[in-house]
C-alpha cells in the first residue's frame, strides 16, 4: 500500500493515457477483421485484404484526399495569420488590445454549432457557394485561435535580451527575425501547425454546415456509419494513428540529441 501511494499519480496518469489510446487499438484490430456482412463491429476472422486495397471502397480516398488538401492550406492560413497575432499582442501595445485577447478565446470556449451555423450565415448572407472554399475559410478561422494561444505562451516566454544583443552585434531587423526570433518561437509555431492540423483534418460539426455537396472524409466515415463499415476505414485511421505516434517520437528523438549535444563534455 505505501508503494501504491507513493506511486499514485503515476499509476493514474498511466491508466488514463491506456483509456485514451485503447479505442485507436481497437480500430488498429479490426482494420485486420474480414466481417460476415456489411458492419464491421464484431470479430470474424484475421485478413490483410484492406490492407492490400485501402481505396477499395468508392470515393474514400477521393475524400481523404480532400480532407488532407483542406487541413494542409488551413495550417498553413492559420499558422500564418496566427503568429502574427501573436506576436502582435505579445510585443505591440494598441487600443482593444485587451478585448482581443479575449475575444481569441471565444472559438475555442464556443460550442462548434454555434459557429458552424454563424459562418453558414455569412456564407449565405455574402452568397458564397458553399464547397471547397467556404470550408478552408471555416476551418482557418476554427484553428486560428489554437495557433495564437501555442505560439503566443510560446514567445512570451522569450528572452528579449537576446534580440537585443543580436542588435547590439549590428544584425538588422530581418537578421534578428530570422535568426533569432524565429528560431526560438518555432516549437511554439511548430505545436500550433500541428494541432490546426489535427483539427481541421477531423472536424465534422463545421464542415457538415458548410460543405454543400462536398464530401470530406469524416463526413464520408459518418455516412458510411450509415449503410455499413468498410474495414478500409480502419485501415486509414491506423495509418494516420501510426504516423501521428512516429512524427512525436521522432521530435522527442530529436530534443534529445539536442539536449545531449549542448551539455559539457
Not at 13 to 20: I, P
Not at 88 to 94: H, K, M, T
Not at 219 to 244: D, K
Amino acid at each position: 500500500m505505501r508503494w501504491i501511494r507513493h506511486h499514485l499519480v503515476v499509476i493514474a496518469g498511466l491508466l488514463t493515457l491506456a483509456y485514451l489510446i485503447l479505442p485507436n487499438i481497437v480500430v488498429m484490430v479490426f482494420s485486420f477483421n474480414k466481417p460476415a456482412g456489411r458492419f464491421n463491429y464484431s470479430w470474424q476472422e484475421f485478413s490483410t485484404d484492406a490492407w492490400k486495397d485501402p481505396c477499395g471502397v468508392a470515393d474514400m480516398c477521393g475524400s481523404l484526399t480532400l480532407s488532407l488538401q483542406i487541413a494542409l492550406w488551413a495550417t498553413i492560413g492559420a499558422t500564418v495569420l496566427g503568429s502574427m497575432i501573436a506576436f502582435a499582442l505579445v510585443r505591440y501595445r494598441f487600443r482593444a488590445r485587451g478585448a482581443i485577447n479575449s475575444l481569441i478565446f471565444l472559438p475555442m470556449a464556443m460550442p462548434e454549432v454555434v459557429m458552424a451555423a454563424s459562418l453558414l450565415t455569412l456564407f449565405l448572407n455574402l452568397g458564397a457557394e458553399l464547397g471547397f472554399l467556404t470550408i478552408l475559410i471555416a476551418h482557418t478561422m476554427f484553428c486560428l485561435s489554437f495557433v495564437v494561444v501555442a505560439v503566443k505562451a510560446r514567445v512570451l516566454s522569450m528572452d528579449p535580451r537576446l534580440e537585443e544583443a543580436a542588435r547590439d552585434l549590428y544584425a538588422s531587423p530581418v537578421q534578428t527575425f530570422l535568426r533569432v526570433t524565429l528560431p526560438i518561437a518555432a516549437p511554439g509555431i511548430a505545436a500550433g501547425a500541428m494541432l490546426a492540423f489535427a483539427l481541421s483534418f477531423d472536424d465534422f460539426i463545421i464542415t457538415n454546415f458548410n460543405s454543400g455537396n462536398t464530401v470530406t472524409f469524416p463526413m464520408f466515415v459518418w455516412g458510411s456509419a450509415q449503410r455499413g463499415t468498410p474495414v478500409q476505414i480502419n485501415v486509414i485511421g491506423t495509418a494516420m494513428f501510426v504516423i501521428a505516434v512516429l512524427i512525436v517520437v521522432f521530435a522527442q528523438f530529436v530534443s534529445n540529441r539536442r539536449k545531449h549535444s549542448a551539455l559539457p563534455k
